[in-house]
């Protein structure tokens, strides 16, 4: 039995009891009398106290039809809500975030090492510009987190939004 057809009768075992439960339902219908809808209606109540005598599930075509189709109802419903869920991707980070990869902090380092703020090891950010999208770099943490010395380098950077130009502050 392969994995995946094994996969799929476990996640069809509850399906099948409650549909053999739902023949109790038919079986119920079968047991109300009365000749006009009305009167089915109001007299199904009687027919569910005598389909609960037994406990086994009813066996008659109709019923199982009516279980089956229960059954294979709520699998729809389940399988149509978990295929339209949003914000939940199978298998990945939830929402939209994700880890950043080096080929996404390329654009904003600087090839000469010198024109780079270090923010951690592996990460540089350049102050000669900007790129194109407008984005921002945000540092944020708690205190003794060792931020204070990337907060004092740069403060030593100054960037002028005018000009668009970096330059060092003498204290």
Do not use: C
């Amino acid at each position: 039995m392969t994995n995946k057809l094994k996969k799929t009768i476990i996640s069809s075992v509850p399906y099948a009891f409650i549909g053999l439960f739902a023949t109790k339902l038919g079986q119920a219908w079968r047991f109300t009398s009365g000749d006009e809808l009305g009167t089915r209606i109001l007299e199904l109540r009687n027919g569910f106290l005598e389909a609960m005598q037994s406990p086994m599930p009813s066996f008659y075509p109709l019923d199982l039809l009516v279980g089956l189709t229960v059954g294979l109802l709520l699998r729809l419903i389940v399988y149509e809500r978990s295929k339209n869920a949003k914000k939940y991707r199978r298998n990945v980070e939830y929402g939209s975030a994700r880890w950043g990869k080096p080929e996404d902090i390329a654009p904003y380092i600087d090839p000469d090492f010198r024109n780079n703020v270090i923010l951690t090891q592996t990460e540089r950010l350049t102050m000669n510009s900007r790129p194109k999208n407008g984005s921002a770099v945000a540092v944020s943490a708690k205190n003794g987190a060792g931020i204070d010395a990337l907060v004092k380098r740069l403060e030593k950077l100054v960037l002028d939004g005018k000009t668009n130009e970096t330059y060092h502050t003498e204290r």
